[in-house]
């Protein structure tokens, strides 16, 4: 199933159960966001991510540089289970894991 299919289901989903006073406070603060031009800051495909130092699961500090030195780097942002569009990003990683590793 492709990204807009799932994309679309979703909307459909959420239109048919989130009340429509919330519906309406989430289209206010996206066209907020959308107002102050937050992606004219993001990173554009093929900029460089800055290096950065993350803990790993026992709470040691590894770097970004350590790893791309092993090779390539996958790196995804899970905001959590509630998340419709991370979990279908987190399929995603796990229909390709073979070719990632």
Avoid at 21 to 41: F, P
């Amino acid at each position: 199933m492709s990204l807009k299919t799932q994309i679309d289901a979703f909307e459909v989903q959420k239109k048919a159960n989130v009340p429509a006073d919330i519906l309406n406070l989430m289209d206010v603060t996206t066209e907020k966001l959308i107002a102050e031009q937050l992606s004219e800051h993001a990173l554009k495909v093929g900029d460089k991510f800055p290096a950065f130092e993350l803990p790993d699961s026992k709470g040691k500090k590894i770097s970004s540089t350590e790893l791309l030195a092993k090779g390539p780097l996958v790196l995804s942002f899970y905001r959590g289970g509630w998340c419709p569009f991370c979990n279908s990003q987190m399929g995603q990683l796990k229909a390709i894991e073979p070719k990632l590793i």
